[in-house]
């Protein structure tokens, strides 16, 4: 079955400590996304990537950081610099460029800095 | 600057009838897709619908259908026969041909009661 895989479904840290968290895809898709989701809100853009190597910064990118070196894996950091990094966390993929932009989306890491 | 609007934070409607949640986006672009998107409390954000701007037709999925009003900038999804599992967030969605990222509103809540 193909679709996107996100693990852990819960992560719990301590504040200072960097925390990475994983998304995976075996859709074949080129283009990636992270957003972020606060309680009763809409979905924020942190980073997305068009192609492997590449990168953009989304609404929200302060205190994240994200890397692209492989098409199925586009994996976020959270830093200690993020001043309230506990959210629920969403990965998406779609075709990319040229397409109708229609994304599919992983069940969500929920994370929790104490 | 593409925008997308949902007016109503929260809706609820009896099991077995029919709810309509609205949805008004801004773009300047002629080619361009709308979607609504359905985040039970699982948190899993499903695709309910997609409707391709340069297509007249209103799109229809089963129990869900959409009233697209190219000239007023409005797209509002129709859900008849509601069903308890309709309980979601529902999110309109706007990606222009070729963009690489999806414009979110900030959700419509609806509660389907017994």
């Known amino acids: 079955d193909g679709g996107i895989t996100q693990s852990p479904k819960y992560l719990f840290r301590k504040e200072g400590q960097n925390v990475t968290l994983s998304c995976e895809q075996n859709l074949n898709h080129d283009a990636m996304y992270w957003y972020r989701q606060d309680p009763g809100q809409g979905l924020r853009l942190i980073y997305y990537?068009?192609?492997?190597?590449?990168?953009q910064k989304g609404d929200i990118a302060e205190g994240y950081s994200v890397s692209r070196e492989k098409k199925e894996s586009f994996p976020l950091t959270v830093t200690s610099a993020q001043k309230n990094p506990t959210a629920f966390y969403l990965c998406?993929?779609?075709?990319?460029?040229?397409?109708?932009?229609?994304?599919?989306f992983g069940p969500g890491t929920r994370l929790t800095v104490t | 600057a593409q925008t997308v609007t949902q007016s109503q934070p929260e809706m609820s409607v009896q099991e077995a009838e029919t709810v309509t949640l609205s949805c008004t986006y801004d773009t300047s672009e002629s080619n361009y897709y709308l979607f609504w998107y359905k985040q039970p409390p699982s948190r899993q954000m499903i695709l309910v619908i997609r409707?391709?701007?340069?297509?007249?037709q209103n799109a229809t999925e089963n129990r869900f259908s959409v009233n697209f009003q190219k000239a007023a900038k409005s797209f509002s999804l129709k859900i008849s026969d509601s069903q308890l599992g309709d309980t979601a967030m529902y999110f309109c969605?706007?990606?222009?041909?070729?963009?690489?990222?999806?414009?979110f509103g900030k959700g419509t809540k609806l509660t389907v009661n017994p």
């Open positions: 409707q391709e701007a340069y297509k007249q």
């Open positions: 969605a706007l990606s222009q041909g070729g963009s690489e990222k999806l414009v």
């Open positions: 990537s068009q192609i492997v190597n590449d990168f």
């Open positions: 998406a993929s779609s075709r990319g460029r040229g397409t109708s932009g229609e994304q599919y």
